[in-house]
């Protein structure tokens, strides 16, 4: 049988590609959203994938929605915490407010996410827990206090997770996305967007499907004996 996967975040941008590349690779695939009615609609029309409505911050709703996935789908095998947010602004303008709805999504929404499925991974003895970070969680980034902390908190989850996981035949890792071509890279002021593309030695953004094929690696048997690491796919901006 199939083994389903959800992938948070999963109609657009990244989560969107990576949705679609778990799809083509046989998994049956629940793809969430928190607001985006229309762009989940029309991904679905195009994809065939189905997807959920619920916010990640939110712990109950995350639980409540995953029970729903589990009984349509089938129990989760595989997750990927994808979704996240940006609030940017240097740290001496960052609101309270931005820094908590970026840490309830981007770091607790990766808790709210594997937290409900991690039972039925160990019960079942398989798992492939996959989170996306970020370059700015390895490097810092002018203008992410939030974000970056966030991004590398995911890899602390990652790295414990892996050390829980191990003997239930449960692997963690994580991916360290550069800047990608996706809306979120795109609301960037261009100025500041083309400074960066700048440093980019491959001298392009990625695009989605790279990261994508990524993850279809990371959850699959070939990839039994890699956890608790990080794949960096930057363009060579940043060397770990
Ligand atoms: N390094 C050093 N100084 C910088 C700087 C940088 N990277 N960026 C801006 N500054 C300086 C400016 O030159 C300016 O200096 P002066 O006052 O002397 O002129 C000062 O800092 C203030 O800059 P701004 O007026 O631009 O400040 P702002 O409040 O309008 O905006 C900002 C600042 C929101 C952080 C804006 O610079 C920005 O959006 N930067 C991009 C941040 C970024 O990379 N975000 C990534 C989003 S995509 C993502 O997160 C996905 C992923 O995982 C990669």
Redesign the pocket.
């Known amino acids: 049988m199939a083994r389903t996967a959800l992938v948070t975040g999963g109609s657009r941008g990244i989560g969107a590609a990576i949705s679609k590349a778990l799809k083509a690779a046989g998994y049956s695939v629940a793809a969430t959203y928190a607001g985006n009615d229309e762009a989940a609609a029309t991904f679905t029309a195009e994809t065939g994938i189905k997807t959920y409505k619920w916010n990640a911050a939110d712990y109950e709703a995350s639980k409540a929605g995953i029970a729903q996935v589990e009984q349509d789908l089938g129990p989760i095998d595989v997750v990927v915490a994808n979704a996240g947010i ?1 609030r ?3 740290f001496h ?1 960052m609101t309270p407010e931005q820094w908590n709805e970026v840490v309830d999504t981007n770091l607790t929404g990766v808790f709210n996410t594997i937290h409900p499925i991690w039972p039925g991974l160990r019960e079942r003895k398989f798992g492939r827990v996959v989170v996306i970070s ?3 969680g390895q490097k810092g ?4 206090v939030n ?1 970056a902390a966030t991004k590398a908190g995911d890899l602390g989850i990652v790295k414990s997770l892996a050390q829980e996981g191990a003997r239930f035949n449960i692997t963690a890792n994580a991916i360290c ?3 990608i071509g996706t809306d ?2 795109m609301a ?2 261009e100025k ?1 967007r083309e400074s ?1 593309i700048s440093q980019i030695p491959v001298g392009r953004l990625g695009e989605p499907e790279e990261i994508a094929r990524c993850v279809a690696f990371l959850v699959s048997d070939d990839a039994g004996f890699i956890t608790g690491s990080t794949i960096t796919a930057n363009g060579g901006q940043f060397f770990v």
């Open positions: 940006t940017d602004a240097p303008k970020s370059i700015n980034q002018f203008g992410q974000y996305p550069g800047y979120m890279v960037v002021p500041v960066i």
